[in-house]
Every structure is written in structure tokens, then in C-alpha cells.
């Protein structure tokens, strides 16, 4: 229940950042723009919650095997140990691929911005070489 609870807050606080970042300071986004960057970060989040539910398991096995205090813990703490790594994973993993998109987005931007002033410099420039 824990674990679909946080991938449902994971994908809500996706969504928000999508349309925060996105669609505030350089262009509206269609929702198929947005779904596609969903399904991006949520693909990437995926493979970061496997890693980070192997890397729990293994490190809950081990820690299992060589510390008595950890084998006195209860099953709830146990899964809950196990589950720290699987939700770091799954939002260090999402964040990381929201960035490259979002740096790729500002990235077009500021080549067309560019474009524009360049082609503002060169009317300018036509201009005062008339006169």
C-alpha cells in the first residue's frame, strides 16, 4: 500500500512540476507534450526504484545476516528500510530526467530568443545603414 501510495504522490508531484516549470515562463504546453514528459520521468523513475529495491533488498539481507539488532526488528521496519532506497530512487531518478528535459527545453528557447534578436539587430542595423 506504502509503495502505490508513493508512486501515486510521485506522479501528482510530477504533474505539478510539469506544468509549473514547463508551461509558466516559456510556452503552453499541449497535454500530449505533457503526457510525453510524464511518461518520460516516469519510465526513468521506474528503472531508479529497481535499482534502489535491489540495493534495499541486498543491503536488508546483509544487514540481517551480520547485526542482531536489525533481526530484532519487526517486519514493518524491515519493508520500511527497505523502501527508503526504493523511494530515494524513484524521485532522484524522475527529478534527473525532468531536468534534462527541462534544461533542453531552455535550451530551444534561448536559440529562438536568439534568433529573434539577431534578426532584430540585423533590421536595425539595415536601417542605420541608410540613413
Not at 501515486?8 to 514547463?22: E, G, K, Q, V, W
Not at 535550451?107 to 542605420?128: G, N, P, T
Amino acid at each position: 500500500f506504502f509503495f502505490f501510495f508513493s508512486l501515486y504522490f510521485f506522479y501528482f508531484f510530477l504533474c505539478c512540476c510539469c506544468c509549473c516549470c514547463f508551461s509558466d515562463k516559456m510556452k503552453v504546453i499541449s497535454n500530449e507534450e505533457l503526457d510525453d514528459i510524464v511518461d518520460k520521468s516516469v519510465s526513468k523513475a521506474m528503472i531508479g526504484g529497481s535499482f534502489g529495491l535491489a540495493a534495499g533488498i541486498g543491503i536488508a539481507f546483509g544487514l540481517n545476516k551480520v547485526w542482531p539488532w536489525y533481526r530484532g526488528l519487526t517486519p514493518a521496519l524491515k519493508s520500511f528500510s527497505v523502501m527508503i532506497p526504493v523511494i530515494s530512487g524513484l524521485m532522484i531518478y524522475g527529478e534527473e530526467e525532468l531536468i534534462d528535459i527541462g534544461r533542453k527545453e531552455h535550451a530551444i528557447h534561448h536559440q529562438e530568443v536568439y534568433k529573434k534578436r539577431m534578426e532584430e539587430f540585423k533590421r536595425l542595423d539595415a536601417e542605420s545603414k541608410k540613413d
